[in-house]
């Protein structure tokens, strides 16, 4: 196996524009992690069943909003259920205003030894605009103490594309984002997804969204300002100093197996999907009855097809060719996958180098639409 994943549901409150599962709820954390433990149980055969394990990742919701002990017990049970090899990446995310001085000391008595957090921008009106409760300060302070601590395998998230947001603006942010050293920036374009709030005031006309071509020049400024900075820009939205990509993440982009644990959380084993139940209490309810309550999908030959192109194409290393000459491709391949790939290798979307292929910088501002392109039809 190559990754466990943690979904920790928890958020002290909730963000404008956030349409993950989380939940306000903070009196069932103690439960919840038992529930987990739990679950690790119940699925043991799967586990036992599957390879060393590779990378875990607590993810949320927001994982530090658990206590040092309950991550303790946490991790007291992966690591008593699972072969988890000694140079595991293991990653946390943290909100910085859950990372004092104790709560990094906290942290290093636990086999974490990678730290996430989504700073999202360094202004803040904008900060508070997202209704996030960490200022700008505070990102400084979390960042400075977790090096004190000697966490030097730090992540930031960062987000651009406010309304009202210039690319100055944004550029000054990547500025500040580059003068804290961390290894490992991601940089998402603010999403409006469906019943959130931030899409409500936009339906309402409340704000103004940035126009394409700014966002465009947005994106352009941050991949130029990275690459300058040394920074390798090795999937779509995220960029490193060598050495330092995130193994866990990569292994989604790579197709390797994960076991998700935790409400909401997804499951892969190379040939099924699964998910758990995004409800706490229902999920709390079924691990206890000793069955999770999940759904699953089994994937057809064209599913991984798709999902190879997909997942390929976010990275720099782009799709091999010798997947696509493939007898498993080449049974399943159409005339208009064959037309389209042309057309966007001459168009210049696509570059082929060392057997494979990858998205140009210019592919790069329609990912979405060369990856739906080469998607087959089931
Ligand atoms: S902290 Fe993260 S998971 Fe929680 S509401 Fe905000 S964006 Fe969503």
């Given at each position: 196996m190559a990754?466990?994943?943690v979904h920790i549901?928890?958020c002290?409150?909730?963000?404008?524009y956030?349409?993950f599962?989380s939940?306000?709820?903070?009196a069932k954390?103690e439960?919840?992690v038992?529930?987990?433990?739990?679950?690790m149980?119940?699925?043991?055969?799967?586990m036992s069943?599957?390879q060393r394990v590779?990378?875990i990742?607590?993810?949320?919701?927001t994982?530090?909003?658990?206590?040092?002990?309950?991550?303790?017990r946490?991790?007291d049970?992966?690591?008593s259920?699972?072969d988890?090899?000694?140079?595991?990446?293991?990653?946390?995310?943290?909100?910085?205003?859950d990372?004092t001085a104790?709560y990094?000391a906290g942290?290093?008595?636990?086999?974490?030894?990678?730290?996430?957090?989504?700073l999202?921008t360094?202004?803040?009106n904008?900060l508070r605009?997202?209704?996030?409760?960490?200022?700008s300060?505070?990102?400084?302070?979390?960042?400075?103490?977790?090096k004190e601590k000697g966490y030097?395998?730090?992540?930031?998230?960062?987000m651009?594309?406010?309304?009202e947001?210039?690319?100055q603006?944004?550029s000054?942010?990547?500025?500040k984002?580059?003068?804290?050293g961390?290894?490992?920036?991601?940089?998402y374009?603010?999403m409006?997804e469906e019943?959130t709030?931030?899409?409500?005031?936009?339906d309402s006309?409340?704000?103004n969204v940035v126009?394409?071509?700014?966002?465009l020049?947005m994106?352009?400024?941050?991949?130029?300002k990275?690459?300058?900075?040394?920074?390798?820009h090795?999937e779509?939205?995220?960029?490193?100093l060598k050495?330092?990509?995130?193994r866990?993440?990569?292994?989604?982009?790579t197709?390797?197996?994960y076991i998700g644990l935790g409400?909401?959380?997804?499951?892969?084993?190379?040939v099924h999907r699964?998910?758990?139940?995004?409800?706490?209490?229902?999920?709390?309810?079924?691990?206890?009855g000793?069955?999770?309550?999940?759904?699953?999908?089994?994937?057809?030959a064209?599913d991984h097809f798709?999902?190879?192109?997909?997942?390929r194409?976010r990275?720099?290393k782009?799709?091999?060719?010798?997947?696509?000459?493939s007898s498993e491709?080449k049974?399943?391949?159409t005339?208009e996958?064959?037309?389209?790939?042309?057309?966007h290798?001459?168009?210049?979307?696509?570059?082929e180098?060392n057997g494979r292929?990858r998205l140009?910088r210019?592919?790069l501002?329609i990912?979405d639409s060369?990856?739906s392109?080469?998607?087959?039809i089931?």
């Amino acid at each position: 196996m190559a990754g466990v994943y943690v979904h920790i549901p928890f958020c002290a409150s909730r963000c404008l524009y956030c349409d993950f599962f989380s939940t306000t709820e903070s009196a069932k954390k103690e439960s919840y992690v038992d529930a987990l433990l739990q679950e690790m149980l119940c699925r043991k055969e799967e586990m036992s069943a599957a390879q060393r394990v590779e990378t875990i990742y607590i993810g949320g919701g927001t994982p530090s909003q658990l206590s040092i002990d309950n991550l303790k017990r946490l991790f007291d049970g992966i690591y008593s259920i699972y072969d988890v090899n000694e140079n595991a990446e293991v990653t946390i995310e943290c909100n910085p205003e859950d990372v004092t001085a104790s709560y990094a000391a906290g942290l290093t008595t636990l086999p974490v030894n990678r730290v996430s957090m989504g700073l999202q921008t360094f202004d803040n009106n904008r900060l508070r605009f997202l209704r996030r409760r960490h200022t700008s300060e505070k990102s400084l302070e979390s960042v400075y103490l977790l090096k004190e601590k000697g966490y030097k395998n730090i992540s930031i998230d960062l987000m651009f594309g406010f309304p009202e947001e210039t690319p100055q603006m944004w550029s000054d942010d990547i500025d500040k984002a580059l003068s804290l050293g961390v290894p490992h920036i991601s940089a998402y374009s603010l999403m409006y997804e469906e019943g959130t709030p931030l899409t409500r005031l936009k339906d309402s006309g409340k704000i103004n969204v940035v126009d394409d071509e700014t966002m465009l020049s947005m994106y352009t400024l941050l991949i130029n300002k990275m690459e300058d900075a040394g920074y390798e820009h090795y999937e779509l939205s995220n960029f490193c100093l060598k050495g330092t990509e995130s193994r866990h993440n990569m292994s989604y982009w790579t197709g390797k197996s994960y076991i998700g644990l935790g409400a909401g959380a997804h499951s892969y084993d190379g040939v099924h999907r699964r998910w758990n139940i995004t409800s706490l209490d229902k999920y709390i309810e079924g691990v206890h009855g000793g069955s999770v309550y999940w759904g699953s999908e089994t994937l057809s030959a064209t599913d991984h097809f798709n999902e190879y192109i997909m997942t390929r194409l976010r990275t720099k290393k782009g799709i091999d060719i010798d997947y696509l000459h493939s007898s498993e491709s080449k049974d399943i391949m159409t005339k208009e996958f064959e037309r389209l790939l042309d057309l966007h290798l001459s168009a210049g979307n696509l570059v082929e180098e060392n057997g494979r292929l990858r998205l140009s910088r210019k592919g790069l501002y329609i990912s979405d639409s060369v990856m739906s392109d080469l998607f087959l039809i089931n």
